[in-house]
Structure formats: structure tokens, C-alpha cells
């Protein structure tokens, strides 16, 4: 699959709600993927932290477009698993996501999620999820 970041950013705008986060793909190879979602102060718990809903949205959303780039169909998340491992802060999350194996029908796929901060990177969050290609109506 030959995608400019542009078309996959287009691509994931058809959702309006990566739209609304201003979601867009920020790194694309053969079988992976990184998408960036602006830190506002509208993603943020009371806390002041990254509302753990919007860093489950970027792993599920990476996952997911890694499983399409390697079963080259239309797919949907099966299951994801999400380990938060600190509070997301900072400017940015970068969720980067890759095909661990992909058969026929569906594909393990891996994420790691960092806040992004003065261009240091710092882990975030690890998931893990099957992507499964979407059956004809």
C-alpha cells in the first residue's frame, strides 16, 4: 500500500472523532504506523492528565491501521489489551504501532504510546491487539 502521510491523515479524518482530536499519521512504513494527537486541554482528566479514554483512541486507532497496511482490507479492532505505564502529559501523544504477525483473516498488531515533550519522547502506555479484516455485508 503506497499512502502519503497526507492521504492516510485524509483516510483517518473519515472518522469524525480523529477529526475532532485533530488526530493525524505522523510515520508510515510497509506494516507500521504512528499517529499524533495534539495534547489540549480538552483531552485532559481532572488531574491535568491525558484522559486515559483518548490514549486507549490512539493505541486502538494505530493497531488498527498497522493491521490494515498488512491485510491490505478493510478491518476492525477484534481486542486490544492497554497498560498504562504513566501519566500522559506534555504536548503531544505519539502512539506507534506494528504487525507482529498477520495471517489471512487477521493480524496481531503491537503499540507503544509516548507523550511527547520538548521532542523527548517518554513511554506513555503499551498495548496489544488482534485486528480482524471486516466481513461483507
Given at each position: 500500500m503506497n499512502h502519503s502521510l497526507s492521504q492516510a491523515t485524509t483516510q483517518l479524518h473519515t472518522q469524525p472523532f480523529s477529526k475532532l482530536l485533530n488526530a493525524e499519521v505522523a510515520e508510515l512504513g510497509d506494516d507500521r504506523v504512528a499517529l499524533r494527537v495534539p495534547i489540549t486541554e480538552?483531552?485532559?482528566q481532572q488531574h491535568g492528565f491525558v484522559h486515559g479514554g483518548v490514549v486507549s483512541y490512539a493505541a486502538d486507532n494505530a493497531l488498527t491501521y498497522a493491521g490494515f497496511l498488512s491485510l491490505k482490507q478493510n478491518v476492525v479492532t477484534s481486542e486490544f489489551k492497554i497498560n498504562y505505564v504513566r501519566p500522559a502529559k506534555g504536548e503531544a501523544l505519539l502512539a506507534r504501532a506494528y504487525t507482529v504477525h498477520a495471517g489471512k483473516n487477521q493480524a496481531v498488531?503491537?503499540?507503544d504510546v509516548f507523550c511527547v515533550q520538548d521532542g523527548r519522547e517518554v513511554l506513555c502506555a503499551v498495548a496489544q491487539g488482534t485486528i480482524v479484516v471486516m466481513l461483507p455485508k
Open positions: 480538552q483531552v485532559l498488531c503491537r503499540c
